[in-house]
Every structure is written in C-alpha cells, then in structure tokens.
C-alpha cells in the first residue's frame, strides 16, 4: 500500500464515496473521511457504489476536521486541496509520496478555515461556463496524476 492518501471533507454522495473507496481498494491507497458525513457511512447506495471492494479499503473515519487536523499536523503530512479557488493546475503541481490529497463537499467544498490550512490548493482547469466535475472523477484524476509522478505500487 502506498502512503498516499485520500481525505473527503464531510462527504454528501454515498454514491461518490462508495466510488471512491473502490477506486482507493483498487489502486491501494488509505482513504479519510472527515465526520459528519451527509449520510450513513452504512447507506446502501455507498455499498451499491462499493460493491464487495469495501472490504477491501483502507478506511479512517475521523469525528472532525479538528481531530483530522491533530492526527496529519501529528503525522508530518502536507494537505493538498483540490479547490476551484486555487490558481496551480494540478498536472503541473509535485506531489510527494505522503500527501493527502483532500477534496470538499460535493454540495459546498470545504470552508475557509479548511483552505487555509492546507499547504497546497490545486486545480483541474475546465472550460469556461462549467461550474465542477463529479467528485469520483476529480478524485480519480488528480489521485493518478499524484500516483504518476510518486510512483504506482
């Protein structure tokens, strides 16, 4: 398993998580959900979405974005947030080997205390007009990009 991570802010999607946490199975990386979540982490949409992968995941539940925030400050890990707000485009920002990459709510992204913490803001750039991509994709896209240049497992 690599030390890559995945974090999710206060997920609102069962369907875009149970996604997420197959895609994470799959490509064997560790995954963080930041409580509260939009609903039950047992929602049978997320299994739908997971189907027999989530067994497999790698899954931290966290109560908070505070106690989230305590256990990487802890573990020396950089925060890397996927943002509309940000300016560098995530192909061409380096990532390093224990980043985590962390993606906002579908409905309302992450709030400004969250941006601030993090120590990089990246960005997939769109067409002009286009307001953001499904969250699963955003998620897969840049988690390659990062497993590219940090080399897959």
């Not at 959900?33 to 997320?46: C, H, K, M, Q, V």
Request: charge should be neutral; proline fraction near 4%; glycine fraction near 8%.
């Amino acid at each position: 398993m690599t030390k890559l991570r995945i974090a999710l802010y206060q997920p609102d999607i069962p369907g875009n998580t149970g996604t997420i946490l197959r895609l994470a199975a799959c490509l064997g990386l560790s995954v963080d959900i930041i409580e509260p979540a939009g609903f039950d982490l047992s929602d049978r949409n997320l299994k739908r979405a997971g189907m027999d992968y989530l067994a497999a995941a790698s899954l931290t539940r966290h109560v908070n974005w505070d106690r989230f925030e305590e256990w990487r400050v802890a573990s020396g890990r950089r925060l890397i947030l996927a943002s509309t707000k940000a300016a560098v485009r995530y192909a061409d920002f380096t990532y390093g080997e224990d980043d985590i990459l962390l993606f906002g709510r579908e409905s309302a992204g992450v709030p400004d205390l969250v941006h601030d913490k993090a120590d990089a803001r990246i960005l997939i750039p769109m067409v002009e007009g286009q307001r953001s991509l499904n969250l699963a994709m955003s998620v897969a896209m840049i988690t390659g990009e990062a497993m590219r240049q940090t080399g897959f497992p």
